[in-house]
């Protein structure tokens, strides 16, 4: 199975940008679609953007689109989420997560991933 690690995580001022890294180990990513889901205090877990296996097709949730890009690097086995025009509310515990399939669906449940990383704390001061 793939063992996931985030990093990348930090303090920035509102406007500022930062980009956020999810390293895999154990199994090659390129069968991989990913997703990137952050958790804030008191709230539920949300979907935030996803990458299908060949990076051809990327979704973001409303909230974040147009501000955040989501990549993929499957040499380096690393996934990429670069977070612009940041936003006190963007503040969230950041996670990425795997689930094997090679379609192009919209996965923004959850429950469509079976790997999550630990998490990278992401907080953005006003």
């Known amino acids: 199975q793939v063992q996931l690690v985030e990093s990348g995580g930090g303090l920035v001022q509102a406007g500022g940008s930062l980009r956020v890294s999810c390293a895999a180990s154990?199994?090659?990513?390129?069968?991989?679609?990913m997703g990137w889901f952050r958790q804030a205090p008191g709230k539920e877990r949300e979907f935030v953007a996803g990458?299908?296996?060949?990076?051809?097709?990327?979704y973001f949730s409303d909230s974040v689109k147009g501000r955040f890009t989501i990549s993929r690097d499957n040499a380096k086995n690393t996934v990429y989420l670069q977070m612009n025009s940041l936003k006190p509310e963007d503040t969230a515990v950041y996670y990425c997560?795997?689930?094997?399939?090679?379609?192009?669906?919209?996965?923004?449940?959850?429950?469509?991933?079976?790997?999550w990383g630990q998490g990278t704390q992401v907080t953005i001061s006003s």
């Open positions: 997560a795997a689930k094997v399939s090679l379609a192009s669906n919209y996965y923004s449940r959850a429950s469509d991933y079976a790997y």
């Open positions: 154990g199994r090659t990513l390129s069968n991989y679609y």
């Open positions: 990458i299908t296996s060949s990076a051809l097709t990327t």
